[in-house]
């Protein structure tokens, strides 16, 4: 697989002479997020996180999308956290597009750098700490852990994409592919985040329709995406936020391979009452 690169936002603002209008939209099954609005006025802060801001790509919406949180962080120098999550319920995925960092997750050190893949199981310790000079950018996806009585949530690991060998689809030579991080038949995951890599001409032959919500980053390259009856042309940077059961598709566009990181739910009941209450606990 040829060498990998990732989109990183640098913020800034765009020029008084900018035209506002661009592919940015929110529909009632689908937002686009251009890569443009990763600006400087759209960063937010955390509490616990010091010389570091970030933009939020996707939060739970009743009504949306409501299982996931996504965060772009980026940390300057010498920043990071001691206490990064304040919910023991939730899980989390890094995944790092630029720099350098250290990492200690449940007392165990790791060093990080572009493309490294961190699982954080619900509850675990971690601290994040900017080592290089430069910012470090990494994406955080934030989920509540759906607990099941006869399954332990998965132990929290590290990895990085090159150590990873893509799962080719059925019938496609190779041209589409999925990097998977963890075991997709291991239940006790309920979600996955994924990297799905195209060759150019790739292609989604037929509108994906299914009950996953999904959150995707544009990593490297450039695709017509097929949203609900609606082709939008992305680009590395730009971000796709999807509800359930809204169809999907895509076709490669640029000369280079495309890839983005995917977000979905997995591997469990579907709530049947308003609201994901199960009925009866009152919670």
């Given at each position: 697989?040829?060498?990998?690169?990732?989109?990183?936002?640098?913020?800034?603002?765009?020029?008084?002479?900018?035209?506002?209008?661009?592919?940015?939209?929110?529909?009632?099954?689908?937002?686009?997020?251009?890569?443009?609005?990763?600006?400087?006025i759209?960063?937010?802060?955390?509490?616990e996180?010091?010389?570091?801001?970030?933009?939020?790509?996707?939060r739970?919406?009743?009504?949306?999308?409501?299982?996931f949180?996504?965060?772009?962080?980026?940390?300057?120098?010498?920043?990071?956290?001691?206490?990064?999550?304040?919910?023991?319920?939730?899980?989390?995925?890094?995944?790092?597009?630029?720099?350098?960092?250290?990492?200690?997750?449940?007392?165990?050190?790791?060093h990080?750098t572009?493309?490294?893949?961190?699982?954080?199981?619900?509850?675990?310790?971690?601290t994040?700490?900017?080592?290089?000079?430069?910012?470090?950018?990494?994406?955080?996806?934030?989920?509540?852990?759906?607990?099941?009585?006869?399954?332990?949530?998965?132990?929290?690991?590290?990895?990085?994409?090159?150590?990873?060998?893509?799962?080719?689809?059925?019938?496609?030579?190779?041209?589409?592919?999925?990097t998977?991080?963890?075991?997709?038949?291991?239940?006790?995951?309920?979600?996955?985040?994924?990297i799905?890599?195209f060759q150019?001409?790739?292609?989604?032959?037929?509108?994906e329709?299914?009950?996953?919500?999904?959150?995707?980053?544009?990593?490297?390259?450039?695709?017509?995406?097929?949203i609900?009856?609606?082709?939008?042309?992305?680009?590395?940077?730009?971000?796709?936020?999807?509800?359930?059961?809204?169809?999907?598709?895509?076709?490669?566009?640029?000369?280079?391979?495309?890839?983005?990181l995917?977000?979905?739910?997995?591997?469990?009941?579907?709530?049947?009452?308003?609201?994901?209450?199960?009925?009866?606990?009152?919670?």
């Amino acid at each position: 697989m040829a060498k990998s690169t990732y989109y990183t936002p640098k913020g800034g603002l765009l020029p008084q002479t900018s035209n506002p209008e661009d592919k940015s939209r929110f529909t009632p099954s689908y937002a686009v997020i251009d890569k443009r609005a990763l600006s400087d006025i759209t960063t937010s802060f955390l509490p616990e996180w010091t010389n570091t801001r970030l933009w939020v790509l996707a939060r739970p919406m009743t009504g949306f999308a409501e299982t996931f949180a996504h965060y772009i962080m980026e940390v300057s120098p010498g920043g990071g956290s001691t206490a990064p999550e304040d919910d023991a319920s939730a899980e989390g995925v890094l995944f790092v597009v630029s720099g350098k960092a250290g990492l200690d997750l449940d007392g165990r050190s790791h060093h990080l750098t572009a493309g490294s893949y961190v699982y954080i199981s619900p509850g675990v310790k971690w601290t994040f700490l900017n080592i290089s000079t430069e910012p470090v950018t990494f994406h955080w996806i934030r989920k509540r852990y759906q607990r099941v009585a006869s399954l332990d949530a998965p132990p929290s690991f590290v990895t990085h994409d090159d150590d990873v060998v893509p799962t080719e689809m059925p019938d496609t030579d190779g041209v589409w592919s999925t990097t998977r991080f963890a075991d997709p038949t291991d239940l006790r995951h309920d979600m996955h985040v994924n990297i799905v890599n195209f060759q150019p001409g790739g292609v989604i032959p037929f509108a994906e329709t299914h009950v996953m919500e999904h959150g995707l980053y544009m990593l490297e390259g450039a695709a017509d995406y097929y949203i609900n009856q609606d082709w939008v042309a992305v680009e590395a940077g730009d971000y796709l936020w999807l509800r359930a059961f809204s169809p999907q598709a895509c076709r490669v566009t640029g000369e280079g391979r495309f890839r983005y990181l995917l977000y979905k739910d997995v591997n469990r009941h579907m709530p049947l009452s308003p609201g994901g209450l199960k009925a009866g606990l009152g919670e």
